[in-house]
């Protein structure tokens, strides 16, 4: 597996690995994996180094709502759907957008501080965007895996403290 | 005591050094455990998955004492594939109760009373009294002149006229070292000269990070002479589901295959169905796990050398054997202190035989939060004997 992958692996799992660590465990020099991560984030294939909060379990915070949105798009001439998303893209309230194939055009994950936040995102301000044909809305109730997170493992083993 | 006694060859098996320390290690608590011999990770899903529908459609019945002709195949297309090496699915193969059960009744099948079995030392426990239960006697062929990878000429000086089962395992349980193939072909030398079974235990050929693992049997010649062992409780994670396989010559095959019948009647349905997917649909899931081994082996490789402690080079499985030697302790009283005095738990090389003194035998198969605590510990605790 290439240096780049493994380190890409390695963030993915923990973004908080120093590059020390990351040299270590891939029995690399840490200067090589500085400059190589140096060179990811120049080249935007690491865009952002985040977390993954698992909602349920923090109560100090004002639980955010969340819809995930199927967007019939009408393309346009020479431009395809590029314009509509740029449009689309733009809007705070929009977390993560793609374009799909099948029998709607694009998912949008829209997150609100409420419902109604989020229903007059959709009515007012996402309809009535030139070609687009229509929206389905879909609230998520819960979340059991993000990004390859399981939020609440409930499986567990229990292993023998020594064996051979 | 019953007046009529016991098994006399069984009382020639000394206790088990492991089960010594595991119940000097339950009796205390918060322990950070190096000491265990299995992954630390989860059977894949998909495994997982496949044995619940097994069990929904009430596929629980004895199999065949072979095997289940599925997994036969998938084991025949993976080792050919793998290792290079042919089997005749439905001849030269039986799948076991794990290699434990293999060892045992290969053993049986290829031994009388009075001949010698070759043991490299340390070795991993079930290979010493299984070969005694025999009658058979152990001939320790030492490697820790060697770096712990067996040496063909010393292999050659421990030849009797007795001398008839050689066993190898590379990766090795509990050195974490391979044998190389220049190394691996002086010895099929010697057991070509000298006219040796060979039983080679591969359970740990998948957790091979530096190069190319190259089986025993896929030597020129070896493949008539050798009982190749492999199994799922290692790469795959399923120590419990109690599944293995012996690939070998038909004559022995047969043999074995008389005693796996009466002793064992077959291994686990559940799992034989189970190991079939193991086979065909895990390659992502194994190399992941290798992969988070490998990481680890390389941390581990590090804070030893920072501590001052050598350690022949770990190439595989999950374990490191750092030599201890330089705080004067015996791998006993270390393995004693630091788990008395810093609640970590390692096993000393002993256990594996005499030819495990002087080293400790340290599992990474944990997660590297409890690696960098332990061996934080560790350092603090050679720091204090060494003073």
């Known amino acids: ?164 | 005591m019953h007046k009529r006694g016991y098994s006399r060859l069984l009382d020639k098996v000394p206790p088990s050094g492991i089960r010594k320390f595991f119940d000097l290690v339950m009796g205390q608590k918060g322990i950070i455990s190096l000491g265990v011999g299995e992954p630390d990770f989860m059977t894949p899903w998909v495994i997982r998955e496949r044995a619940i529908q097994v069990l929904e459609k009430g596929m629980t019945s004895y199999s065949a004492n072979q095997g289940i002709p599925e997994l036969c195949e998938s084991i025949r297309k993976y080792v050919a594939n793998r290792f290079n090496c042919q089997y005749d699915p439905k001849t030269e193969m039986i799948i076991t109760n794990g290699v434990s059960e293999g060892m045992d009744i290969v053993l049986r099948a290829l031994l009388n009373p009075g001949d010698d079995v070759l043991i490299p030392e340390p070795s991993y426990v079930c290979y010493s009294p299984l070969t005694v239960l025999t009658g058979a006697n152990v001939v320790s062929v030492p490697t820790h002149n060697s770096d712990f990878v067996l040496d063909a000429t010393v292999l050659e000086a421990s030849i009797t006229k007795q001398s008839k089962v050689l066993i190898l395992s590379s990766p090795s349980n509990p050195t974490g070292r391979i044998i190389p193939k220049e190394q691996l072909e002086e010895i099929a030398k010697v057991v070509e000269k000298y006219d040796l079974w060979v039983i080679s235990d591969e359970i740990y050929a998948e957790l091979s990070f530096d190069d190319d693992y190259v089986s025993f049997a896929s030597l020129p010649g070896m493949k008539d002479r050798t009982l190749l062992m492999n199994g799922f409780s290692k790469a795959w994670a399923m120590t419990g589901w109690r599944l293995g396989y012996v690939c070998g010559p038909s004559d022995v095959i047969s043999r074995a295959l008389k005693i796996h019948q009466y002793s064992a009647l077959c291994a686990p349905t559940i799992s034989q169905f189970a190991g079939v997917v193991a086979l065909d649909e895990t390659a992502v899931e194994v190399e992941q796990m290798v992969q988070s081994y490998k990481e680890r082996r390389n941390f581990m490789v590090k804070r030893f050398s920072d501590i001052g402690l050598w350690l022949p080079h770990p190439d595989g499985a999950f374990y490191c054997f750092p030599s201890i030697k330089s705080t004067g302790l015996t791998a006993e009283d270390f393995a004693l202190g630091l788990l008395q005095e810093y609640n970590v738990a390692v096993v000393p090389g002993t256990a594996f035989g005499q030819g495990g003194e002087g080293h400790i035998r340290c599992c990474y198969a944990t997660s590297m939060k409890q690696l960098e605590e332990a061996l934080d510990k560790m350092s603090k605790f050679v720091k204090k004997v060494r003073k």
């Open chain 1, 1 to 164: 597996m290439k240096l780049e992958k493994q380190i890409l692996d390695l963030l993915k799992k923990d973004s908080r690995l120093s590059h020390r660590e990351i040299s270590v465990r891939l029995g690399a020099n840490e200067s090589e994996i500085s400059s190589l991560v140096k060179r990811l984030e120049e080249d935007g294939v690491i865009a952002r180094y985040s977390i993954i909060i698992n909602e349920d379990k923090y109560e100090g915070g004002n639980e955010k709502v969340r819809a995930l949105i199927e967007v019939q798009v009408k393309p346009e001439g020479g431009l395809g759907f590029e314009n509509v998303a740029k449009r689309v893209s733009q809007f705070s309230n929009v977390v993560d957008h793609y374009l799909l194939s099948g029998t709607y055009d694009f998912l949008i994950v829209v997150e609100g501080d409420h419902i109604q936040e989020v229903s007059s995102f959709v009515s007012g301000k996402l309809s009535s965007i030139d070609n687009i044909k229509g929206t389905v809305t879909h609230f998520i109730l819960k979340k059991y895996k993000v990004n390859g997170a399981i939020l609440d493992p409930s499986d567990s083993s229990s292993r023998l403290l020594v064996s051979p």
